[in-house]
């Protein structure tokens, strides 16, 4: 299965609050998975990635933890600003196996 | 990081023509390819641009719908032919660099067929 199950599809906080999007995969070849963040009329932009021989990688207001034996791996946004309002999309890849991104989620930070 | 230009970055095209687009990256990498971003989707692989040879397209995507050509390491061109409102999309090209192998995205062609 090379499938990646992203949720949720949409997410609406309070500025100040801390998302949490979350990815799920099933294929154990996946070595790399990465965060894009896409603002409207953009091309999405590498946000964080990780690998998994970590759990958690920070980078910023940016967090990303994963999790092996479970296969999923989450974005959290502390402190978000409404800035932060975009589409987020996971992806994973590895081995032969080319990118794999979710279906997205859309954020929305309430000023 | 990789810079990458496209262009077009939008357009408005007839029925039944066709439109190239080009992409053109700053720095030399290992692989090119080109998406497709239905509006409000998610991103799905054209094919990957081989520099010198034929592409390799993923399941439903065929090469005379989309010609794509990568005469060297940092340009590559693909073609949306004989086209339908179906095919009104953003088309991504992306990058592989040689130093991570992180893949970083142009801004998108937006193409809307009429």
């Known amino acids: 299965q090379q499938q990646v199950k992203q949720s949720p599809q949409s997410l609406i906080v309070q500025k100040g609050g801390i998302p949490i999007i979350n990815c799920a995969y099933e294929?154990?070849?996946?070595?790399?998975f990465p965060w894009y963040q896409q603002f409207p009329g953009k091309g999405p932009a590498l946000l964080i990635a990780i690998r998994p021989d970590v759990s958690e990688k920070k980078e910023g207001r940016f967090t990303i933890s994963f999790n092996k034996s479970a296969k999923q791996f989450s974005l959290h946004i502390m402190d978000s600003q409404p800035g932060d309002s975009a589409t987020y999309f996971c992806?994973?890849?590895?081995?032969?196996?080319?990118?794999?991104f979710g279906t997205g989620t859309r954020l929305k930070v309430l000023a | 990081s990789a810079v990458i230009s496209q262009k077009p970055s939008r357009d408005i095209c007839q029925r039944g023509t066709s439109l190239t687009i080009q992409c053109q990256v700053d720095s030399q990498v290992t692989m090119m390819f080109w998406y497709r971003q239905q509006p409000g989707q998610s991103l799905t692989l054209i094919a990957t641009a081989n520099q010198g040879s034929e592409a390799t397209y993923e399941s439903g995507f065929v090469i005379d719908k989309f010609p794509i050509s990568r005469p060297n390491l940092t340009f590559s061109t693909l073609t949306v032919s004989n086209m339908s409102p179906e095919d009104s999309s953003i088309y991504l090209c992306?990058?592989?660099?040689?130093?991570?192998?992180?893949?970083?995205f142009g801004e998108g062609s937006r193409l809307t067929v009429l």
């Open positions: 992306s990058v592989e660099t040689l130093a991570g192998g992180e893949l970083f």
């Open positions: 294929n154990t070849a996946f070595d790399y």
């Open positions: 992806a994973a890849s590895g081995g032969t196996y080319k990118y794999i």
